[in-house]
């Protein structure tokens, strides 16, 4: 599967933004689906994941409560629908998808496939 990502952009803080990553060559409904970031000069860090089903989500813990993730399997599209955005949420987004349905979801290296990556800004 490829996946793209795009929606990222600069947004006050506060503010709201959707990523949204396509996927073609496979449908993404035979993937558990996973967002991560990474900022400058740090590593990069699991924030959401939805697994193959779409009937469970897990998030990192500083963004519970801001951040949604959903899968449209007519669009073969996953999003991350971001609110009450912060500064430190500054960052470059990834989508990954793992066809595993591993435990260890934070985990980099359990995701086989992953896009390009859009960059999120939020000014304060």
């Known amino acids: 599967v490829q996946l793209q990502a795009s929606g990222g952009g600069l947004v006050q803080a506060g503010g709201s933004l959707r990523l949204s990553c396509a996927g073609s060559?496979?449908?993404?409904?035979?993937?558990?689906l996973g967002w991560f970031r990474q900022a400058p000069g740090k590593e990069r860090e699991f924030v959401a994941r939805?697994?193959?089903?779409?009937?469970?989500?897990y998030y990192e813990d500083s963004v519970k409560g801001r951040f949604t993730i959903s899968r449209d399997n007519a669009k073969n599209t996953v999003y991350l629908q971001m609110n009450s955005l912060k500064p430190e949420d500054t960052a470059v987004y990834y989508c990954a998808a793992d066809s595993s349905g591993s435990s260890y979801y934070t985990r980099l290296s359990e995701y086989e496939y992953w896009g390009q990556g859009t960059q999120v800004t939020v000014s304060s």
């Open positions: 939805l697994s193959w089903s779409g009937s469970r989500t």
């Open positions: 060559g496979r449908t993404l409904s035979s993937y558990a």
